[in-house]
Every structure is written in structure tokens, then in C-alpha cells.
């Protein structure tokens, strides 16, 4: 059973910071791509940046240069660092990995499967 688990939410004002944080657990041989993704009332899920597992980042251009995104493979993390808050980046935050399971790597099945956590609220007042 894999599980992913966010944290770090919360209400922050326009201009502050805010860091999130979600850790990978279970039966975990290899993690491959993790990232964050958001979903703001109304609106469809929307990728928000990326990092490989060797480290190469991507973001969206709403957040370039404000958001940092980052892993520690050994501690199966993935962080979110998020600075110059906007109102607009007020949505609830989902964390995301590919993650290849023991019992995959027994199976053959090396590209893994896709796991979301729960989700955490961000709020940003103006």
C-alpha cells in the first residue's frame, strides 16, 4: 500500500511564504516524477512544477521564479516552496508521484503507477 501524504497548508497573506511538504510511504522500490499539482474552486485540476529524479525542475509560468520545488530521494520527499504568495494561488495543493512498487519491480511492471495524496488547503488573503 503506497501513500502519499501532504502538509504545510494553511492561510497565508498576499506576499508571505508558505512550504509544503509530502512524503511517500509503503512497499516503495523507486520513485520517478513527483510534483505538485493544484485545484482552485471552479477550476480544473493544473499542474504547478515538476522534478525528475535527477532533479531537473519545471513550473508553470504563473509561478516561475516564485515557487521552488525540490526532493530528497532518500527520505522519499517532495517540497514546495512558495514564496510572493498571490490571492490567485489560493486552491487546495495535490502531490503526486510515479512510484514503482516492490511488487511491481517483481512483475515487470517498471514504469509503476501514478499516486496522488489527499490534497492541503492554501489561502491567501489579500
Known amino acids: 500500500q503506497v501513500q502519499l501524504v501532504e502538509s504545510g497548508g494553511g492561510l497565508q497573506q498576499a506576499g508571505e511564504s508558505l512550504r509544503l511538504s509530502c512524503v511517500a510511504s509503503?512497499?516503495?522500490?523507486?520513485?520517478?516524477?513527483m510534483g505538485w499539482y493544484r485545484q482552485a474552486p471552479g477550476k480544473q485540476r493544473e499542474l504547478v512544477a515538476t522534478?525528475?529524479?535527477?532533479?531537473?525542475?519545471d513550473y508553470v509560468d504563473d509561478v516561475q521564479g516564485r515557487f521552488t520545488i525540490s526532493r530528497d530521494n532518500a527520505k522519499k520527499t517532495v517540497n514546495l516552496q512558495m514564496n510572493s504568495l498571490k490571492p490567485e494561488d489560493t486552491a487546495v495543493y495535490y502531490c503526486?508521484?510515479?512510484?514503482?512498487?516492490?511488487?511491481?519491480?517483481?512483475?515487470?511492471?517498471?514504469?509503476?503507477?501514478?499516486?496522488w495524496g489527499q490534497g492541503t488547503q492554501v489561502t491567501v488573503s489579500s
Open positions: 503526486n508521484a510515479r512510484i514503482t512498487t516492490y511488487q511491481d519491480f517483481i512483475a515487470g511492471r517498471t514504469s509503476g503507477s501514478v499516486y
Open positions: 509503503g512497499m516503495i522500490s523507486s520513485i520517478g516524477m
Open positions: 522534478i525528475s529524479s535527477f532533479g531537473s525542475t
